[in-house]
Structures are given as C-alpha cells and as structure tokens.
C-alpha cells in the first residue's frame, strides 16, 4: 500500500508569521501589509492610495479583501492596504472570494461617480490606474443618473502644478506625500463629507471655502512635481507637459539627472527627436522614487532657439563669428592651439557639468595634445587646500568604501557643514529627512540661519559667522561635547559642500574631526560632472586615478597605458582656474581650451573676462551662446546629455551610466570633438566615442586613497563687519538664474522668493529693503528677519535680481557694505 | 529629341515647345510596374469602364523602350529595387515616373526593414498618387496632373533655367474641376 | 466569308448599345455616399473646432499617418469648447490608407471622411494636409476661431445640444456639419 507523502512541515522563522491567501499558505514577516504579501504571492489587488514609500492611509478602499481571524470571518471586508499579516489569518482576495469582488466593484462604481468622462483630453489618460482598473474590473456602463460634482478647472497649485478636483479620487498619496515625504504641507484636504476636496491655502481663500490647510501657508516646493507622477487620476498635472502628448506616443529610455551630484535616476519621455517630459526613474540606493523638480523639469534649454548648432570661426577680418564646417573649424582651433602651445601654453577649463568620459577626454588632450598640467575644472570658487582635501579624502572613494545615501538614512548622526542639502542637493535632503522621520537621525546644521532643510531635517542649527565655519568646527570638541561625543557613534557621517572652498582652514579642520572623532566624511559638490572630473584628473595636481602628478611611478604608469614615451607626461602641477586666469592677464599663458564655464560663476568674474579678452587664442566647447562666445576664436557645438551616452559619477562615487536617448541628430559628445581635434594636433586620445573614452579610462585603476598628504591649513581670521557693514552669507538656490534653467517660465515660477536675510537685531533701522554693496556693484533685495547672528546678510547667489559673484564680485564670507534700500 | 538642345534661344520654340510638348503628352506610353494590389487598379483603369485610351494611353507597354511613363503600382520592395531601377534605365528619354498608391510614394504602412521607403529613392517620381488602393479615377486624375506638368516642361536647358529662375510651377487642379464640362 | 461579316457584324451592333466607359473626368468625381476620400477637421455649429487634440486618431492609425500635438486653450484664445484643442494636425497621405479607424477612434466626432480623392501631387512635402487644409470651410453661422463660446457656457452644452444648436445657428437644414465639404466640392 502506498502511501501520501506527509506534507513537510515548514517552520516559521522568528520574526515570521504564517497565513493563508487564497487557499496558499505563505510565511511573511510580521508587520507586512497585506496587500505587498498578496503581490509577492503573484496576486495584485487593485489600489489607489497605496504606495509603498508612502504611510498607510487606507483612503480609496479599493483593495478590499476577505479576512478571517482565529477563525472568525470579520464583518465586513478589510482594505488591504491598511492591515498587517497576523498569524493563522485567512484571507480571500477578488480571486476566490465574491464577497471582496463585489466589494471591489462598488468602490469602483462609486469612484466613478464623480469622475468626469474626459480620458480622451487628460494627459494621464493611456497611463491611468483608474483607466486601467475601470476597465478590467469596472462596469461597462453606469448606474448614476444625476448630474455629476463640477469644479472649475483648473486650479493652479503652482505655476507648474495644476489641479482638477473633478477627476480627483481624494487617495491623499498628494497630501500625504508633501507632508511626509517632502515636509512642505502645501498641499491638502478642505471640506468634508460630499465637498471634500485637495486644495491649498490659496485656494482655500480664492474660492471662499470653509477650511484652509493645517499649515495655512502659501505653495512652497522643491518637490512638488513627484505629486503629478504618483497621482492615480489625471487630478495632478504639470502646465509644462499639459496636452503636449500622449503616453501612448512617447518612447521612454531611461536616463540620469545631469543637474546636480545625487545622479538621479530618471525616465525620459520624447516623441519625434524632442523630449517631452521626465519622470522619476526608480532607484531604490539612489532617489528612491522621488527627484526634484529641477530634475524633472529643466530640460528644454537643449531646444532652445540659441543653441549653438554648427561650429563657428572667428574671420580674422571682420572679427566676426562665422559658420564653418567641422573640417574647417577643427582645422582652425588645432592650428592655433599648437600655435599657443609652442608659445607661452594653453589653459584648460573643462567646467563642472561634464560626464566622466567627456572629462577624461579633456584631461587627457590636456596632457597630451597641449602638454601641459593647466587644466581645473572647478568653475567655482576653489582654494590649494580644496585641491589637497579632494586628492586626500575624496578621489576613489566607492559606495562600498565611502558614505553612500543608505548611510545617511542609518546614520545616528549627521553634520551638515556650509551644505545646504536642499538646494543643492535635493535627494540627499529627502534620505536625511526620511532617515530624521523614520530612524531619528539627528541632523546638526553648522549654518547661518534656521532654513526650510533645517526645520525639515528636524534638524538642529550651530549659527556662525561666514567664513567662521572653520573656526565652529574646531569647537565642537570644546562648545559642544554631546556633539563631539555623538559623532563617535558608529556610522556618523559629516557632509560638507563646495562652500567650504571659501573658508580658509575649513577642510583641514573637518579633516582633523574625522581623524578624531572617527566620523566618516563625504564631499557633496553642486554640479554633476565635479566627483567624475576628479577622478579622471581633470585637476592640477591630479592624473586620472587619484595619481598625483609630482610621483614619477603615477605619471610612467600613465604613460605606458597611454603609450607615450618615458618622461613625456609633464611633472610639475599646473596652475588653478585663478592661476590660468592671471597667466593670460599677464602674458604667461597664451590659449584656453574652454567648456561649459560661465565667467559670472567664476571667483572673479571681472578677472576672468579681463583674461579672456588678453587670451591670444580661446576654444568654447558649448551648447549655448555664453560670454566666452564673444572672446572665443573657435567655437565647437556639443551635445547635451540627452543627445550622448556617457556616465556621471555621483557624490558617493557611483557610477551612473545613461545611454543615449536621442539618436541621429548629429550632436556630437565632447570627448569625440576632442579626439578630433587631437588627431589633427597629432595627439591620439581614443575617446572616439564615450564607450571607448570609458574603456581607455577602464586600463587606469583607481589607486587607492590615502597616498596624498590631507590638508593643513590654519584657520583663516574670522570676518568681521564693521559699522554699515556686514559679513555676507550666500549660496545658491535651486532654482535660480542657471544655465540650464532656461526657457523654463513655469519652473522659475516656483523658485522661492529673491530676498535678502539679516537678524532683527541688524535689519533694524533698515526699512523693508536692503541695499548690499561692495566696490564693484549693488544688489537691492527686499528684507527678511531670520536668526543669523548679528552683522550678517544672507543673498540668494544667483537668483534674479541677486548675482552676487556677477554684480558684487564677492563670495560667501566677504565683508560688504550695507545700506537701507528704500521702500519702494 | 535631342535637337532643341543645339538651337539658338528665340522666336521658334516658345512655340515649338508647346507642340512637342502636346504630343508627348497625348501619346504617354505607360510601362507597367505592377507590383500588388495596386496593379489590379491600373489594370482596370486599361479597362472599358475607365477606358485609359481615351488619353492615348492604351498600349501598356512590356517593353520598356518603347515606353515613356512608368507607373510603379504597389510595394518596392529592397530585392525589387534593382530591377525597377534597370527597367528605368533602360526607357529611352523623356521618361516619366508616377508612384501609384501609399506603399509606392512613401512605403505605405510597410514602414519596415523589407520595402523601399518610397520608390523615390531609387528613380525621380514626377507625380506621386495617394491611396490604398487608389481607385481608378485617382490614377486618371494623377495621369491629367502628370499631362499638364508635360505641357508645361520646358524644352531645352536655357528655357528650363528660365523657368526655374522665375519661379513658376505648374498649378495641380483636380482634374474633375479643370476638365469640368461648362 | 460569313466569319468576317460576322465579326464586323458584333462591333456594329456594339454601336447601339450603352457606353460602358465612365466619362471621368467630364462628369465630376463620382463616389459612393461613405466612400474614404480624405479628411475633414469639423465645427461646431459657431466655427469652433471639434477637434480636442486628444491624439486617438493618431494612436489609432495603423500607418502612422497622423501627428497631433495638443494646446492648451485660454480665454483670450479659445479654439474649440473646453480645456484642450488640437494645436498642431497633420496627415500624411502618402502613408494614409484611408482604413477609417481614425474617425472611429475619435471621440468627438470631429474627424470624418469626405469623398474628395484627387489627390495627386508632385512633391511629397505638399501631401502632408496640415490643420488649415484639413478644417471644414466656415458655413453660414460660424465664425473663425479664436472666439468665445457663443453657444453655452461650457463644453457639455456643446456636446448634449450639438444638432439643436445647429439649428438655431442657422446651418442650413438636412445638411449635417460633417459632410459640409461634399456639398462645398460641387
């Protein structure tokens, strides 16, 4: 007699509870919701409001489910979504049970009520869960007879955002996003019962209704275009993709955010060789699912009518730019670099925005073609011991060996140093928020005043002066011990960004409360291309890998893989942007090889122009029309990210590739203009294409860190103002004047308001607005009372209305004079 | 003819060219391209109903020397390519080309790697007919159009840059409304 | 002798009988009521256009004929009743195979098929009919857009009284918006 075999009898983990769905048993941790266990099953209950980054709110019922407990059926069916496992419970989703079909069903017709007909007019119409559900589940026609609940439309939330109430299904995924996820509650629910509605404090008053929103303040987000792309109904919508397309005829590719350090991952959409929206791609190491709305909504300066499209030659007659062919106009630049090279030199500027390939491709022609060490890529402020700090504790860093974006969310600890997360880098803001939020993450601000990413970390501000960042620091271990004591916890991380260049001392003093303290320390530059442009040496001092250039064993190990001659690579370091600059004013250098470098972000924008005119010889790489198009000799169009692959190394040091997402429209990458005009100087790069540039760069390891000497720079004297003065505070908003913003009118729409910032103390007797001058120029700015210390003045860096390095000249921590602007 | 290019510009061909040209147009020999569903269209268009002699058309030719209008009718495809092209060649000049129906002016629906993308890129098309299939009207109203563009070619290539110089086209009327009884 | 009398005899009787041969073009463009010609872009009884950009047209043709890109409308500059219209339309009837399941596909009832068929032209660039070629011409009572909404406050006024508003508009009567152009031809 044969006999069944005996069901092995499987043990439930610690942890781990067993339940039925459907019929099948399954073991899940405790605490899951039911809904995500019923997915791992292959079972997919339909939802509205569930997001997996979200709180539970059970708001849209949809995912109504049989449940029985102990052997008891519950009363009525339970929203999934909402309900943790437990163990021994039963439960029956649409598949088995009619009762939950059913359930599932009226939601659906009662959904559908209010919703108006117009899928073939809104732009989530072919993308739609409601769609989709309503005609998988829904009824082939409705029951309602009456007339459906109208709203004016649309409502807009923003210049960007815009809201329809009658398709919305009140899910609150909106609402709950921009409290919990983004910490700016200008979003949320007004009214009850039957006129129950999303809204904001505008509208609130714009249509008299009963209630206004829990915090009552006007919309103010960085992130409010991740509400349009989580909402399940057409009710959220972007007025810069309105009616542009449909999804149906749009090709996705997925790409990286080019806008600043984080890397983002991104979906970009186009139709017809024109991109016409991006979304959040999803990464969950990286931005999760959320990117900000710079990210998602800057992208059209590559359409822009001035864009440079044909390369372009000074005639040496009229002085003017002329169009030229690519023969010609390579012919040219490689004539007259040679020409300068023979002479005094050429300079390199390759800027901050490039991919890691286009930098190698610079750094390389800079050794190669132009022999020489010139080439810094930082359009910024910079500093000698910035350059030793990013030799020493930045270069070759990997995720697996530096602070990654999952540490900062596990981190007990984290010091923000003269980093201003949300405006810079918008991702790490959110994973310091969430990790604030979910693991309570202290976050300490060394700062000047309590702004929005202060409050919004939970965080805590240690205001100092500008410019006495350096000098805060150092007093952690004396001022304040629980700090001191609490970054020796294990995982603690400071952050620290590319402001700190403009504080003598301020590197060397993080250093030291590393060594110290044992915290772990990670450089958060502001631009995209800065972490790859090291890493392939596009720096003074460095050669690709992290090899510095004074060591003979780096420079012959470089020349082998590069095929040189023994000795060919040059030994000395080469001079900095300023260095460069100072050498064209005075005659010492002769050319300048250019990127996407706009004088006005330079330290010294005067000097700059100044050296510009000076140079014999100036090569623009560009996309758009800049002022080192009006100097330059050559100038060689390139392509925007959209229009290339490549990879751009983010602030962690990861890698983050994109292939091209639009193909055929003969814009060319960077490092194959170089590789072009390299073989014509006689110089063979084999950055050809960026894969191959990626692969010549593959055969230079990375030498491990460590090697280079940390920098040891006292700290500088603290600024301090005098009478009518102040010391400056500045950085840069994140949506702003940039290049890269432009012809975007609905994005600018939503940057924050251009006001200057000063103490009660300091504003007094100034009126409601502040003149800021220096020598060079004024800004006038309305006021605002905020709590920096006294004698200090906070500008926006380059917002409209407020240059500060273009109209002042001056930087963070610069002394200026102030004045009372008027009333106006 | 080949005479009209050693003559002197002048009095004699303004007129000259309207005579040649009205011969030539009322005596188009078709050199059939029939290649699918199209064909059926052109091949009733020979018929009675539609009666194609009516414009000095009726000998559809198979010999391409004896013929002076090709009429590509239906899908090229890349391994047809070469031999449209041959046939073409080998029509003595003044040769024309009419693409009948979507498939043979732009690729049609086919939009894939097997059929030429419009049978311009491989030989000069003077008329191009929309229509899957076009009826037999349609190709009538093309062979009208291609008719009027005949009468108004310029013989010999002084007058031909003359006529490029002033800009002038000949104007596409539909032939129910030009050839609309009064 | 008999078999040539004979043979002359069938072309002589032929004499009498009805011609056969249709005298294109002499007699117009003859086409049966519903046949595929090319399209139209319709009106609203006030010259508003029907079209709302909603690309299902586009989405729906087989051969990739269609390219429409929508707009946004706004009170200074309205086109069609609601929120959207179509601000760029074009086909390409060199890929066009006139399979209708574009006007099907469209929720407006703004596309349809007239019979005009002649077609043909000697430049592909003039076959790709833009909006202005495709929109119905203005019959009595209509208007160019950009206008107000002379017919109703909203869209829905538009789209439950269409035929009613017709009427009072004064578009002639047993003639419907949609094959204005058949008449227009003649």
Same mark, same amino acid.
């Given at each position: 007699?044969?006999?069944?075999?005996?069901?092995?009898?499987?043990?439930?983990?610690?942890?781990?509870?067993?339940?039925?769905?459907?019929?099948?048993?399954?073991?899940?941790?405790?605490?899951?919701?039911?809904?995500?266990?019923?997915?791992?099953?292959?079972?997919?209950?339909?939802?509205?409001?569930?997001?997996?980054?979200?709180?539970?709110?059970?708001?849209?019922?949809?995912?109504?489910?049989?449940?029985?407990?102990?052997?008891?059926?519950?009363?009525?069916?339970?929203?999934?979504?909402?309900?943790?496992?437990?163990?021994?419970?039963?439960?029956?989703?649409?598949?088995?049970?009619?009762?939950?079909?059913?359930?599932?069903?009226?939601?659906?017709?009662?959904?559908?009520?209010?919703?108006?007909?117009?899928?073939?007019?809104?732009?989530?119409?072919?993308?739609?869960?409601?769609?989709?559900?309503?005609?998988?589940?829904?009824?082939?026609?409705?029951?309602?007879?009456?007339?459906?609940?109208?709203?004016?439309?649309?409502?807009?939330?923003?210049?960007?955002?815009?809201?329809?109430?009658?398709?919305?299904?009140?899910?609150?995924?909106?609402?709950?996003?921009?409290?919990?996820?983004?910490?700016?509650?200008?979003?949320?629910?007004?009214?009850?019962?039957?006129?129950?509605?999303?809204?904001?404090?505008?509208?609130?008053?714009?249509?008299?209704?009963?209630?206004?929103?829990?915090?009552?303040?006007?919309?103010?987000?960085?992130?409010?275009?991740?509400?349009?792309?989580?909402?399940?109904?057409?009710?959220?919508?972007?007025?810069?993709?309105?009616?542009?397309?449909?999804?149906?005829?749009?090709?996705?590719?997925?790409?990286?955010?080019?806008?600043?350090?984080?890397?983002?991952?991104?979906?970009?959409?186009?139709?017809?060789?024109?991109?016409?929206?991006?979304?959040?791609?999803?990464?969950?190491?990286?931005?999760?699912?959320?990117?900000?709305?710079?990210?998602?909504?800057?992208?059209?300066?590559?359409?822009?009518?001035?864009?440079?499209?044909?390369?372009?030659?000074?005639?040496?007659?009229?002085?003017?730019?002329?169009?030229?062919?690519?023969?010609?106009?390579?012919?040219?630049?490689?004539?007259?670099?040679?020409?300068?090279?023979?002479?005094?030199?050429?300079?390199?500027?390759?800027?901050?925005?490039?991919?890691?390939?286009?930098?190698?491709?610079?750094?390389?022609?800079?050794?190669?073609?132009?022999?020489?060490?010139?080439?810094?890529?930082?359009?910024?402020?910079?500093?000698?011991?910035?350059?030793?700090?990013?030799?020493?504790?930045?270069?070759?860093?990997?995720?697996?060996?530096?602070?990654?974006?999952?540490?900062?969310?596990?981190?007990?600890?984290?010091?923000?140093?003269?980093?201003?997360?949300?405006?810079?880098?918008?991702?790490?803001?959110?994973?310091?928020?969430?990790?604030?939020?979910?693991?309570?993450?202290?976050?300490?601000?060394?700062?000047?005043?309590?702004?929005?990413?202060?409050?919004?970390?939970?965080?805590?501000?240690?205001?100092?002066?500008?410019?006495?960042?350096?000098?805060?620091?150092?007093?952690?271990?004396?001022?304040?011990?629980?700090?001191?004591?609490?970054?020796?916890?294990?995982?603690?991380?400071?952050?620290?960004?590319?402001?700190?260049?403009?504080?003598?001392?301020?590197?060397?003093?993080?250093?030291?409360?590393?060594?110290?303290?044992?915290?772990?320390?990670?450089?958060?530059?502001?631009?995209?291309?800065?972490?790859?442009?090291?890493?392939?040496?596009?720096?003074?001092?460095?050669?690709?890998?992290?090899?510095?250039?004074?060591?003979?064993?780096?420079?012959?190990?470089?020349?082998?893989?590069?095929?040189?001659?023994?000795?060919?690579?040059?030994?000395?370091?080469?001079?900095?942007?300023?260095?460069?600059?100072?050498?064209?004013?005075?005659?010492?250098?002769?050319?300048?090889?250019?990127?996407?470098?706009?004088?006005?972000?330079?330290?010294?924008?005067?000097?700059?122009?100044?050296?510009?005119?000076?140079?014999?010889?100036?090569?623009?790489?560009?996309?758009?029309?800049?002022?080192?198009?009006?100097?330059?000799?050559?100038?060689?169009?390139?392509?925007?990210?959209?229009?290339?692959?490549?990879?751009?190394?983010?602030?962690?040091?990861?890698?983050?590739?994109?292939?091209?997402?639009?193909?055929?429209?003969?814009?060319?990458?960077?490092?194959?203009?170089?590789?072009?005009?390299?073989?014509?100087?006689?110089?063979?790069?084999?950055?050809?294409?960026?894969?191959?540039?990626?692969?010549?760069?593959?055969?230079?390891?990375?030498?491990?860190?460590?090697?280079?000497?940390?920098?040891?720079?006292?700290?500088?004297?603290?600024?301090?103002?005098?009478?009518?003065?102040?010391?400056?505070?500045?950085?840069?908003?994140?949506?702003?004047?940039?290049?890269?913003?432009?012809?975007?009118?609905?994005?600018?729409?939503?940057?924050?308001?251009?006001?200057?910032?000063?103490?009660?103390?300091?504003?007094?007797?100034?009126?409601?607005?502040?003149?800021?001058?220096?020598?060079?120029?004024?800004?006038?700015?309305?006021?605002?009372?905020?709590?920096?210390?006294?004698?200090?003045?906070?500008?926006?860096?380059?917002?409209?209305?407020?240059?500060?390095?273009?109209?002042?000249?001056?930087?963070?921590?610069?002394?200026?004079?102030?004045?009372?602007?008027?009333?106006? | 003819?080949?005479?009209?290019?050693?003559?002197?510009?002048?009095?004699?061909?303004?007129?000259?060219?309207?005579?040649?040209?009205?011969?030539?147009?009322?005596?188009?020999?078709?050199?059939?391209?029939?290649?699918?569903?199209?064909?059926?269209?052109?091949?009733?268009?020979?018929?009675?109903?539609?009666?194609?002699?009516?414009?000095?058309?009726?000998?559809?030719?198979?010999?391409?020397?004896?013929?002076?209008?090709?009429?590509?009718?239906?899908?090229?495809?890349?391994?047809?390519?070469?031999?449209?092209?041959?046939?073409?060649?080998?029509?003595?000049?003044?040769?024309?080309?009419?693409?009948?129906?979507?498939?043979?002016?732009?690729?049609?629906?086919?939009?894939?790697?097997?059929?030429?993308?419009?049978?311009?890129?491989?030989?000069?098309?003077?008329?191009?007919?929309?229509?899957?299939?076009?009826?037999?009207?349609?190709?009538?109203?093309?062979?009208?159009?291609?008719?009027?563009?005949?009468?108004?070619?310029?013989?010999?290539?002084?007058?031909?840059?003359?006529?490029?110089?002033?800009?002038?086209?000949?104007?596409?009327?539909?032939?129910?409304?030009?050839?609309?009884?009064? | 002798?008999?078999?040539?009398?004979?043979?002359?005899?069938?072309?002589?009787?032929?004499?009498?009988?009805?011609?056969?041969?249709?005298?294109?073009?002499?007699?117009?463009?003859?086409?049966?009521?519903?046949?595929?010609?090319?399209?139209?872009?319709?009106?609203?009884?006030?010259?508003?256009?029907? @079209?709302? #950009? =909603?690309? $299902? %047209?586009?989405? !729906? +043709? &087989?051969?990739?004929?269609?390219?429409?890109?929508?707009?946004?409308?706004?009170?200074?500059?309205?086109?069609?009743?609601?929120?959207?219209?179509?601000?760029?339309?074009?086909?390409?009837?060199?890929? @066009?195979? #006139? =399979?209708? $399941? %574009?006007?099907? !596909? +469209? &929720?407006?009832?703004?596309?349809?098929?007239?019979?005009?068929?002649?077609?043909?032209?000697?430049?592909?660039?003039?076959?790709?009919?833009?909006?202005?070629?495709?929109?119905?011409?203005?019959?009595?009572?209509?208007?160019?857009?950009?206008?107000?909404?002379?017919?109703?406050?909203?869209?829905?006024?538009?789209?439950?009284?269409?035929?009613?508003?017709?009427?009072?508009?004064?578009?002639?009567?047993?003639?419907?918006?949609?094959?204005?152009?058949?008449?227009?031809?003649?």
């Amino acid at each position: 007699m044969t006999m069944a075999p005996e069901e092995p009898k499987v043990e439930v983990p610690e942890g781990y509870v067993k339940l039925t769905i459907d019929g099948e048993e399954v073991i899940a941790p405790k605490g899951e919701l039911l809904i995500r266990t019923a997915e791992r099953l292959g079972t997919v209950i339909p939802r509205f409001c569930d997001h997996p980054l979200l709180d539970p709110a059970g708001a849209c019922r949809q995912c109504l489910v049989e449940v029985e407990m102990n052997g008891r059926p519950m009363p009525k069916p339970q929203a999934s979504c909402t309900m943790t496992v437990a163990d021994g419970m039963v439960v029956k989703t649409q598949r088995t049970s009619p009762v939950a079909d059913k359930a599932q069903q009226g939601v659906m017709e009662l959904l559908l009520i209010n919703h108006p007909l117009d899928c073939p007019i809104c732009d989530k119409g072919g993308e739609c869960p409601l769609q989709n559900q309503a005609m998988a589940h829904g009824r082939a026609d409705s029951r309602f007879r009456d007339t459906k609940r109208t709203f004016p439309k649309p409502l807009p939330i923003s210049t960007q955002v815009l809201l329809d109430r009658e398709r919305c299904v009140l899910c609150q995924r909106c609402t709950r996003f921009s409290d919990q996820i983004a910490g700016d509650p200008f979003i949320d629910l007004l009214e009850r019962g039957a006129h129950q509605q999303i809204g904001t404090a505008e509208t609130a008053e714009i249509y008299d209704a009963a209630s206004h929103t829990a915090s009552g303040k006007p919309f103010q987000s960085y992130f409010s275009g991740n509400t349009i792309q989580i909402c399940p109904v057409g009710a959220l919508t972007s007025a810069q993709y309105r009616f542009r397309s449909r999804p149906f005829d749009l090709v996705s590719s997925p790409s990286v955010c080019e806008h600043c350090s984080s890397g983002c991952a991104e979906r970009t959409d186009f139709r017809r060789g024109k991109v016409m929206r991006k979304l959040a791609g999803e990464d969950p190491e990286v931005n999760e699912e959320w990117i900000c709305d710079k990210g998602r909504f800057a992208f059209r300066y590559a359409t822009a009518a001035q864009r440079l499209r044909t390369p372009l030659v000074r005639n040496a007659e009229t002085g003017e730019l002329e169009e030229a062919s690519w023969t010609q106009a390579l012919a040219a630049a490689a004539d007259g670099l040679a020409k300068a090279r023979d002479g005094k030199g050429v300079g390199v500027l390759p800027g901050g925005r490039l991919t890691l390939e286009d930098a190698y491709a610079y750094s390389k022609f800079a050794r190669l073609a132009l022999r020489t060490n010139d080439i810094d890529y930082r359009a910024r402020a910079h500093s000698a011991e910035e350059l030793d700090f990013l030799a020493s504790r930045v270069v070759g860093t990997t995720p697996e060996t530096g602070v990654t974006f999952t540490a900062l969310e596990h981190a007990p600890l984290v010091l923000c140093v003269a980093f201003e997360p949300e405006e810079e880098a918008p991702a790490v803001f959110l994973r310091l928020r969430k990790g604030a939020r979910k693991r309570r993450t202290k976050v300490v601000h060394i700062g000047q005043w309590t702004t929005p990413a202060v409050s919004k970390t939970f965080g805590e501000l240690l205001a100092c002066v500008p410019g006495g960042e350096a000098s805060a620091v150092e007093g952690i271990a004396q001022h304040a011990p629980d700090l001191d004591e609490a970054l020796r916890a294990e995982g603690a991380v400071v952050l620290v960004g590319e402001r700190a260049a403009e504080v003598p001392g301020l590197f060397s003093a993080l250093h030291r409360l590393s060594e110290r303290t044992g915290a772990r320390l990670a450089w958060i530059p502001r631009r995209a291309g800065e972490r790859g442009a090291i890493e392939v040496g596009a720096l003074p001092t460095l050669l690709p890998g992290g090899r510095s250039v004074e060591d003979a064993a780096a420079r012959s190990e470089v020349e082998q893989v590069w095929g040189l001659e023994a000795g060919a690579l040059p030994g000395t370091p080469g001079r900095d942007v300023t260095g460069m600059l100072n050498a064209l004013v005075t005659r010492d250098l002769d050319g300048l090889l250019v990127g996407g470098v706009d004088p006005a972000d330079l330290p010294d924008p005067a000097l700059a122009r100044k050296a510009l005119a000076a140079a014999s010889f100036v090569v623009s790489l560009e996309m758009l029309p800049s002022e080192v198009t009006e100097h330059a000799d050559v100038v060689l169009p390139i392509a925007p990210v959209d229009e290339k692959a490549g990879s751009f190394l983010n602030w962690e040091g990861r890698r983050r590739e994109f292939s091209i997402t639009l193909e055929g429209t003969g814009a060319l990458p960077d490092c194959r203009v170089l590789d072009t005009l390299g073989v014509e100087m006689d110089a063979d790069l084999f950055t050809q294409t960026p894969a191959a540039a990626a692969g010549d760069l593959a055969r230079l390891a990375p030498k491990p860190t460590g090697s280079a000497a940390a920098p040891d720079v006292p700290n500088g004297h603290v600024p301090k103002a005098g009478d009518g003065q102040a010391v400056l505070a500045t950085w840069r908003q994140l949506i702003d004047e940039g290049t890269l913003q432009i012809d975007e009118p609905h994005l600018a729409g939503t940057a924050r308001p251009v006001v200057a910032r000063m103490s009660k103390a300091s504003a007094a007797g100034l009126g409601r607005r502040v003149t800021v001058s220096t020598e060079r120029g004024s800004v006038t700015l309305p006021l605002e009372v905020a709590d920096l210390p006294d004698g200090v003045v906070w500008l926006p860096a380059n917002s409209p209305g407020s240059k500060v390095r273009a109209t002042l000249g001056a930087g963070h921590g610069a002394v200026v004079t102030i004045a009372a602007g008027g009333d106006q | 003819m080949g005479l009209e290019e050693n003559l002197p510009n002048g009095i004699l061909l303004a007129s000259l060219e309207k005579v040649v040209n009205w011969a030539r147009k009322n005596s188009l020999w078709p050199a059939t391209f029939g290649l699918a569903c199209c064909a059926i269209e052109m091949m009733t268009t020979g018929g009675s109903r539609y009666d194609i002699a009516r414009f000095g058309m009726e000998r559809f030719s198979a010999t391409p020397r004896q013929a002076d209008l090709m009429i590509v009718a239906g899908r090229v495809t890349q391994k047809m390519a070469p031999v449209l092209r041959q046939i073409y060649d080998q029509m003595a000049e003044p040769k024309w080309v009419l693409a009948m129906g979507v498939c043979a002016s732009s690729g049609g629906m086919f939009n894939n790697y097997a059929v030429v993308q419009g049978v311009d890129h491989i030989v000069p098309v003077d008329m191009y007919l929309p229509g899957c299939p076009p009826r037999p009207e349609m190709l009538l109203d093309a062979i009208l159009k291609l008719h009027a563009k005949i009468q108004d070619e310029p013989m010999g290539p002084r007058r031909a840059a003359l006529r490029a110089a002033s800009g002038e086209r000949t104007e596409i009327i539909p032939s129910s409304v030009k050839y609309a009884k009064k | 002798m008999f078999d040539a009398l004979k043979g002359f005899g069938v072309t002589f009787s032929n004499m009498f009988k009805k011609v056969a041969t249709e005298e294109y073009p002499e007699i117009g463009a003859p086409a049966a009521p519903r046949y595929h010609g090319r399209h139209q872009l319709n009106r609203h009884p006030d010259g508003l256009e029907k @079209c709302v #950009g =909603c690309e $299902l %047209c586009a989405w !729906a +043709c &087989p051969a990739d004929a269609i390219f429409v890109e929508g707009g946004d409308n706004t009170e200074e500059e309205r086109y069609s009743p609601g929120e959207r219209y179509g601000k760029d339309y074009q086909i390409n009837y060199l890929r @066009c195979i #006139g =399979c209708g $399941l %574009c006007v099907e !596909a +469209c &929720p407006t009832r703004s596309l349809t098929m007239i019979n005009f068929y002649e077609l043909a032209d000697d430049n592909r660039q003039d076959l790709i009919y833009t909006k202005e070629d495709l929109l119905a011409p203005l019959l009595p009572g209509m208007e160019q857009p950009p206008h107000p909404m002379r017919l109703g406050d909203n869209e829905q006024d538009y789209y439950v009284n269409g035929p009613e508003l017709a009427r009072d508009r004064g578009v002639p009567s047993g003639e419907t918006v949609e094959t204005s152009e058949e008449k227009a031809m003649q």
